[in-house]
């Protein structure tokens, strides 16, 4: 009895220990790991996070805002609900996680051995990827200080030693303060065609142009016979927050040519107070292998496949919900989806429907926040089977409670045939995916 009684004590003592945590954490044994992984690669110089988070003094200083931003799901930045479905990459921190790092500010934010304190991590140096094989800089833009939307096209040129094959393309911006958003293309020219890739306007202002030729000739993207070149769509993209997708070799990426060019068909620089320059650069990252399944798109809502319905139009003082929905026509499979909402935005989801009457969850943005607004890749594809229903559900707040709300008093704002200017509206969800193969849903994706 006096046996049993001692172990049952040793496992209410065992279980309470659990419970109680680690409360004496030091900088150097459970902190540093944490703000490695998880903070780091963005506060770090010549990135996006606006202090460096790389040595004990860094983070000591910061201690109690980092505690605040996290206790709130404020940092890491990752809008998506981790419980209604995961992605590759998510930036979460475990509630055992954040409760380590109360405890340790409390404790006035002890160092611990600082000669078992880890090694900085090697990040590459412009990149959030790794070293790239090329990389290339956009010409540098200034911005004027009218507090206006700029909406330019912007050439970059570039030559490489015979025809290759690209991966992945990451655009990195120079001013993460002004640059909201990059939709990118690819021209490839005929060698024998095009006797200088550098000719033309590099940086158009979209407001100017009539047709299509018309700015291709300005900025010097047809051959020298006026021909028309190739063009690869949607090659590169960037909005606030994203990381540039990569896939499994074979799937995805693109032929290069000896002569090329990529062309932003809008780079979109949001309003500034201030006089100020954007040197971004764009990062290539080859391939030996030919791709084999390329990637196709299509999206739901503004300029998409399927309408909004009611149509986006946000009446004053009022939190109103839109909905749009797309049959597919054929098995498809999903690796990538972007929401993509402004200012207005509250909430979003996104899920099919099959004609089983199953719901496939695709993504849920509970609190939606426009400075982050992620490429989503799935751990695996999403097999979506023919006939399914894509539905996406937003809801927008035009209210005086929106703090991010443009317009005091709050006025009626809508989808403008597809502006992007910030104070306007969209509601899109776009869908990177490939005709489906049997066995696609068991490809892993990443981690």
């Known amino acids: 009895m006096k046996t049993i009684f001692s172990f049952l004590l040793s496992c209410i003592v065992f279980m309470l220990s659990c419970q109680s945590g680690n409360q004496h954490p030091t900088y150097s044994k459970d902190i540093a790991p944490i703000v490695y992984r998880s903070c780091s690669p963005c506060h770090r110089p010549n990135q996006i996070g606006h202090f460096n988070l790389l040595t004990y003094e860094d983070v000591r200083t910061n201690a109690v805002k980092m505690l605040y ?182 799937i995805g990426g693109w032929k290069v040519n000896r002569k090329n060019a990529f062309l932003f068909s809008d780079i979109h620089y949001g309003p500034t107070v201030d006089n100020i320059w954007d040197s971004s650069y764009v990062n290539i990252f080859l391939s030996k292998k030919k791709p084999t399944r390329p990637l196709q798109e299509f999206q739901l809502g503004t300029l998409g496949v399927a309408p909004i319905a009611p149509p986006l139009r946000i009446p004053p003082n009022q939190i109103t919900s839109y909905s749009s929905r797309y049959v597919v026509p054929f098995d498809i499979s999903i690796l990538t989806v972007n929401p993509h909402m402004h200012l207005l935005g509250k909430s979003f989801l996104a899920y099919a429907l099959t004609p089983q009457h199953d719901t496939i969850r695709l993504i849920r943005i509970p609190r939606w926040d426009f400075n982050w607004q992620n490429f989503y890749t799935f751990k695996k594809m999403i097999k979506i089977p023919k006939g399914s229903t894509i539905v996406m559900e937003g809801v927008f707040d035009n209210t005086e409670d929106n703090p991010l709300n443009p317009n005091h008093p709050p006025k009626m704002v809508q989808d403008r045939n597809g502006s992007m200017s910030t104070t306007d509206e969209m509601f899109q969800f776009i869908i990177t995916y490939l005709p489906y193969q049997e066995g696609d849903e068991n490809i892993l994706l990443g981690d």
Not at 128 to 137: E, G
Not at 182 to 204: A, H, S
């Open 69 to 250: 931003t996290i206790q709130h799901r404020l940092m890491p930045p990752w809008p998506a609900d981790a419980h209604y479905t995961e992605f590759v990459g998510q930036t979460i921190l475990s509630d055992d996680e954040i409760n380590l790092i109360e405890t340790w500010v409390n404790l006035k934010c002890p160092i611990g051995d600082s000669l078992q304190i880890p090694p900085i991590p090697k990040f590459p140096e412009g990149s959030l990827l790794r070293n790239p094989d090329m990389h290339i800089p956009v010409k540098p833009i200034q911005m004027k200080s009218d507090f206006a939307d700029r909406f330019l096209i912007v050439k970059v040129p570039f030559e490489v030693p015979q025809d290759s094959f690209i991966q992945t393309v990451e655009f990195v911006p120079g001013n993460t303060k002004v640059v909201h958003h990059v939709n990118g293309d690819m021209v490839r020219f005929d060698y024998d065609k095009k006797t200088n890739v550098y000719d033309g306007l590099l940086v158009d202002d979209v407001v100017l142009d009539s047709t299509v030729r018309e700015v291709y000739k300005r900025i010097g993207l047809l051959h020298d016979d006026g021909s028309y070149p190739t063009l690869a769509r949607s090659v590169v993209n960037y909005l606030p927050g994203v990381k540039a997708q990569e896939y499994p070799e074979g």
